[in-house]
Each structure stands twice: as structure tokens, then as C-alpha cells.
């Protein structure tokens, strides 16, 4: 029997995760956990939501032992990095999970926790970090690295050898072009294009892209 597992969280993104988990059958999805009350015991997707993460502890004594942040991020994934660590240090086990019609290189590395979605293409020698998510149709390049707690957004090129700081979000369309540097806790809009390298925090938008004034003109602030 597959080990049972629970989704951090019950909105979009966890629903995402829990249909690919029903195709994959590579783990028993044993439910969701939610802060709002409203949804205690409800069902979705055929699984009940516990109530919030502090029931956490209980169901590791119940033989439910892995877990995956179904928590997505827009712009911020300090949220995500956080939950996180937080249910490491109460004892469960990260798991990653892969959509089959993703297309990833037996030379890929990819980190405990993360999450990559449909059609998504992770490349040679590419290295994906901790709790991160590739979102559909995102395609990571030969050679680059994708820091934990990421989110490339849904249909984000980065190309060969791109590095990407821990905690940064890739918007949805967003390209970024070869050897690119882009720092920890950046945050790079939709459909941007990248040509040059982006400083820690750094908030880039545009055609090309250009950094702004983090809280100021755009009103996002890292964690």
C-alpha cells in the first residue's frame, strides 16, 4: 500500500496536486488541512479537509507521514517557505510530485517537496530546489539552477544556465535569457523579459524587463 499523504492547504493549487496524485496513485492522498474553520470535514476531490495545521501532530501519530504544500504563491513565497519548515520540525516527510506528461531529464536534479505540473519541461543537468513549484507548461533549461522555495509560474522560459535565488516568483509568460543571474526573493512580473541580472529583492517588470523600487511603485515586499 502507497504511503499516505496530506496537502498543506485546500485551494487551487492543492487541488492541482491532489488530481495528480490520483493519476500517479504514488502515495494515498489522506486529506487537506485548512485554517478556515468553515471548511472543517468538508470533501473535496473525494478527500476531507482536517482543519487547520495544528492537527498535524495528531494525524503523524495517525500513520500519515508525507506532506506537500498545496499553498501557491503570486508574488511572495515567504508563506510557503515557512509552512514548510514548520511541518519538517513537527516530523513529517516532504514528498515531490510530477505530472507524466512532464518531460524531465534522468540528469535533472529536484528537491524534496517540489511540484511540477503539466507539460512542464525540466532540461539537462538542471537542478530544482526544495518546495518548489514549476508550474504548467514551464520549461527550465539545460544547466540551470532554481532555488528552494520558488515558484516559476505557468509558461516561464528560463533559459540555459540561468540561476535563480531561493524564494523568488517567476511570473506567468516571463522569459529570462542564458547566464542570467537573478537574486533570493526577487520578483519577476508576467511577461517580462529578463536581459540582465536581477539584485536580491529585486522587482522587475517589462519589456525589457527593468527593476523598480521594491513598495513603492509595485507594492509587493519580500519576507
Known amino acids: 500500500m502507497s504511503a499516505k499523504l496530506v496537502i498543506i492547504g485546500a485551494g487551487g493549487h492543492a487541488r492541482v496536486l491532489a488530481e495528480i496524485l490520483q493519476i500517479t496513485n504514488e502515495f494515498t492522498l489522506a486529506g487537506f488541512t485548512d485554517p478556515d474553520p468553515r ?6 476531490q473525494g478527500a476531507p479537509i482536517f482543519g487547520p495545521d495544528d492537527i498535524l501532530p495528531e494525524l503523524l501519530n495517525r500513520g500519515i507521514q508525507k506532506f506537500i504544500i498545496g499553498v501557491g504563491s503570486t508574488g511572495n513565497n515567504g508563506h510557503r517557505s515557512h509552512l514548510f519548515h514548520k511541518i519538517l520540525e513537527i516530523g513529517l516527510q516532504p514528498v515531490t510530485i510530477i505530472h507524466p506528461t512532464a518531460v524531465i531529464s534522468p540528469r535533472a536534479v529536484i528537491g524534496r517537496g517540489t511540484a511540477i505540473l503539466p507539460r512542464a519541461i525540466v532540461n539537462n543537468q538542471a537542478q530544482i530546489g ?9 520549461i527550465i533549461e539545460h544547466d540551470c539552477v532554481v ?3 520558488c515558484h516559476v509560474a505557468s509558461g516561464a522560459c528560463l533559459s540555459g544556465g540561468v540561476r535563480v ?6 511570473g506567468a509568460g516571463a522569459s529570462v535569457i542564458q547566464n542570467i543571474r537573478i537574486g533570493r526573493e526577487c520578483l519577476i512580473g508576467a511577461g517580462a523579459a529578463v536581459v540582465r541580472d536581477i539584485p536580491d529583492q529585486g522587482a522587475a517588470f517589462g519589456v525589457p524587463a527593468r527593476i523598480q523600487e521594491t513598495g513603492k511603485e509595485f507594492p509587493w515586499k519580500p519576507s
Open 165 to 170: 535565488g531561493p524564494k523568488t516568483f517567476i
Open 147 to 149: 532555488g528552494d522555495h
Open 130 to 138: 526544495e518546495n518548489v513549484i514549476i508550474n504548467s507548461g514551464a
Open 39 to 44: 471548511l472543517k470535514d468538508s470533501i473535496i
